[in-house]
């Protein structure tokens, strides 16, 4: 659904923007993917346990997806110098397929 999201935002912005925009677009939208997907290794990598191991998964999931987003954000706009608005669009929209992936799809 992230991803889903992150192309239509990316078709969205090559009609101004060209080839280099959707690129821009669907490279935020996988930061925001590929963080998520960090974060629920980390949390069900040891399957059923307490719920205080749960706890520690989560904090340290929801830090290395932090990292992840920090790195892939510096990589995108200054390393690989991405246009940073279609970027962030993509960003924006893959956050908003989660949610609506979350609300929608069970």
């Given at each position: 659904m992230q991803m889903l999201a992150a192309l239509i935002a990316a078709l969205g912005v090559s009609v101004f923007g060209g080839w280099a925009a959707f690129q821009a677009a669907l490279a935020g939208g996988a930061v925001v993917a590929v963080g998520n997907v960090i974060f629920g290794w980390r949390l069900f990598v040891s399957g059923i346990a307490p719920?205080?191991?749960?706890?520690?998964?989560?904090?340290?999931?929801?830090?290395?997806?932090?990292?992840?987003?920090?790195?892939?954000?510096?990589?995108?706009?200054?390393?690989?110098?991405?246009?940073?608005?279609?970027?962030?669009?993509?960003?924006?929209?893959?956050?908003?397929?989660?949610?609506?992936?979350?609300?929608?799809?069970?």
């Open positions: 719920a205080a191991r749960i706890a520690r998964a989560m904090w340290l999931g929801e830090g290395l997806k932090w990292l992840w987003v920090v790195l892939a954000v510096w990589l995108a706009l200054i390393a690989a110098e991405l246009q940073p608005l279609p970027f962030f669009l993509g960003l924006l929209a893959a956050q908003v397929g989660f949610w609506l992936g979350i609300a929608f799809l069970r």
